[in-house]
């Protein structure tokens, strides 16, 4: 009986282990430090413990992330609220299923010393953007604030040129900029920005980054594994931020800079330290914000838009 008993352990020990289940997680840009949670869960080792292989692949083109899901060409692609609600109501089945970071990081950013003092100022100003849009609805209530109209300003494509058109006087404003990098950028290139955060002007609270998911083939355990990984990559960066920092910041050698650091220390509070659960009241007042905007021609679901795994 010891001999069998000995021979099956044997057996068992001689087996491959299973091989783990891959993921593939596009980012929405080159490795920053809005993406600390997730190398830190790489890093850390905690996909591992989920028994994940996840692949992290930043984008030729940081527009490619959610039709690539959608088409079925990644597991995962970290997007943002506002666009997800524009895209799902353009036919393409994604859906929500966790968050990266809760707060919104866009802003109307201004020269400290401009001639745009509050919101007001903006008459007949010129205000610079990346992607049109939602950009559009986010000034349209920005500017309804101070009773001010879309008519009133002139907007300007910059394209990704944010910081450098304000600093050039290209455009008295821009509206895109993200207050955890463009500000710091604007004083490390000798100019001092301010930000009009869009939250406090009328625009309804919303997730900033998410990840998303093709919604007619998702695997809901190996989601919610997953999740739970970078849920412990967000915990450890708040409990150890400092050890967090330099695992962070070894993985690359441009990320060891002034810009990068200060984008961690501003970005760190903002990081959702429950990334699978589903702020339901968020999701419906956004899609309400888009239709009266104009955005979208119906107001859908939340449960059309997200899929809240940390309940399930």
């Not at 810009?259 to 899609?287: I, M, V």
């Not at 107001?299 to 399930?312: I, R």
Request: net charge negative; proline share 6%; hydrophobic share 45%.
């Amino acid at each position: 009986m010891k001999h069998f008993a000995l021979t099956a352990t044997l057996a068992l020990l001689a087996q491959p282990a299973l091989a783990a289940d891959k993921v593939t997680l596009m980012l929405d840009w080159f490795v920053n430090p809005d993406h600390a949670p997730i190398i830190v869960a790489q890093e850390k080792g905690f996909f591992k413990d989920e028994d994940l292989e996840v692949e992290i692949v930043a984008p030729a083109d940081p527009a490619d992330p959610p039709k690539l899901v959608a088409a079925g060409k990644a597991d995962l692609a970290i997007s943002y609220q506002p666009q997800l609600h524009l895209q799902v109501h353009e036919g393409l089945p994604l859906k929500r299923v966790g968050t990266l970071i809760a707060t919104p990081l866009n802003c109307l950013m201004v020269k400290a010393d401009g001639p745009v003092q509050k919101i007001e100022d903006l008459k007949g100003k010129k205000i610079g953007y990346s992607v049109s849009g939602v950009e559009d609805a986010l000034v349209g209530q920005i500017l309804k604030s101070a009773g001010l109209t879309m008519a009133d300003v002139e907007m300007v494509n910059v394209n990704w040129s944010l910081s450098p058109a304000l600093i050039a006087g290209q455009v008295d404003a821009t509206i895109g900029a993200y207050r955890n990098f463009e500000l710091t950028q604007m004083r490390l290139e000798g100019a001092e920005g301010k930000c009009f955060f869009v939250e406090e002007q009328g625009v309804p609270t919303y997730d900033e980054l998410i990840f998303v998911a093709n919604s007619q083939v998702l695997d809901k355990a190996k989601t919610q594994r997953f999740l739970h990984a970078v849920e412990r990559g967000a915990q450890y960066m708040v409990n150890h931020p400092d050890e967090a920092w330099e695992l962070f910041s070894g993985t690359a050698p441009d990320l060891k800079d002034e810009l990068n650091a200060a984008a961690w220390k501003d970005t760190l509070p903002r990081f959702s330290q429950s990334p699978a659960a589903l702020d339901q009241g968020r999701y419906a007042r956004f899609e309400t914000f888009l239709h009266e905007a104009g955005l979208v021609d119906s107001v859908l679901p939340v449960s059309e838009l997200a899929v809240d795994l940390g309940a399930q």
